[in-house]
């Protein structure tokens, strides 16, 4: 009975609409708000400043003159190939019409900028204002306090980074990129400190190229502000082979603190200008001698870690851009005949569980470590983190010693280790001990190494850990 009143309702509307001439599908038509299709040109733009959503806000009227697509009739519902209730104004395919729209919004007032530490992504140049908290969404109503310097160059200046600016300053074509408000940098500067004159009086001394590879391992492309230096994040530099890697130590009872390529971020976001920001450092950061892979092929001191390597079919994970620690023991920590023993075909699966267990990530610095008490491996397995007061990192309950720190790698970073980790592994059961020295390795490839299937060295992992021992997650 319902069903058959609405559908008399129906016909009745369709009919008087039909009586009443509208549009025909497929007549023009016009819309307020017209689906833009092409480039947009900024014809007028007014600033009014306002002071109800906290200081240096500004209410922006833009009008653009942007190509939109043009609007007809379509039907929608038909009865009886007759009765057809009225036509739609819609999008077509054609984009052919020259519109005007004008747009209002909130933002910082030219010059001016919210706090980097706000959760405002565009912190340098948009304001968000939630009217459902009386202010804007992470500084409540105190608007953009923060005041722009003209470039990151100026902000050297601003910040008495003199020992920094004046190796910049030798450098006309980078300073001149750098005072380019069309794109955006980071810099890590270094702080004035008797600590690095040596180092700046070297930089000074060398060759230009020299000196513009050092400086741009320094400069990160784009605006990263403090909020986002978090644990693990990989950054590009300048220098187009190297990257950034964060390291972050987070502390219930302290403040955080935050390094790059095992550098400390003493002060983060020391200042702010209009295209990017400055981040003040204790040094400079280290530059790249090849991915984690090449450093343990071409430092003879690794030759049998990497032999090892191979033939667990890790090295290709070890080349990957993502970070990863390398703790490496060198020729003269392995046991006479390992190399040999644990390359048997019989042994594949406990070699690759060895090398596990000297990976972890992200890229961890003996400048974090030491503020550590254990770090997780690829193994599934935890390493004790112990720190002496000479500076000294040791590794697992038997305190094997870090000597050789800090390999700074494109992807990561590399230690050297005076004893080989075997966790629980029982070695002398898989391997007795010989009374002859394991030889260093030749150049030669190695034949029928292990390849896992898999697009990153994390997959790897997890495909391996369900074969790993029940003592998931236990420090060794």
Known sequence: MFSGVSSLLVLVIALLCTAQGLPKPGDPCSVPYPQTCGASELLDETIT???????????YNETYEVMTYSYAYRQLVCFFRRFCLPPLCSPTTACDRLSNITVSRLACCRGYAVSPSSDNDDFGFDFEYDRRKGGDRSCGNRGCP???????????????????????DTLPSLTSLLSNTAYHYTILAVANSPSIDSAVNSLLASDVSTRTKALSRQIMNGTVASKYLTHGRVYPSLLSSDNVHVTAVYARRSADQVFVDGVHVLNPDACVAVNGIV??????VPAASGSVASILRTRPEFGIFNALAQAAGITPYLEFMSPKTVFAPTNDSFPAGALECLKATRNRQTLLNIILLHITWPAEYTSTLSLRTAIGTAARLNLLVESAPNGTVYLTRNRIPITKRDIQATNGVVHGISRVIFGRIEYLRICPTRSAPTPAPTSAPLQGPVVFSGGAMEELVHSIGNQLPSAQGAAI
């Open 49 to 59: 400043p306002t002071d109800k959503y906290g200081p240096n806000v500004c209410i």
């Open 146 to 168: 923060i005041v722009l310097k003209k470039n990151v160059v100026d902000c050297l200046g601003a910040q008495n980074l003199s020992d920094f600016k004046a190796l910049l």
């Open 279 to 284: 981040h003040v450092i204790n040094r400079f």
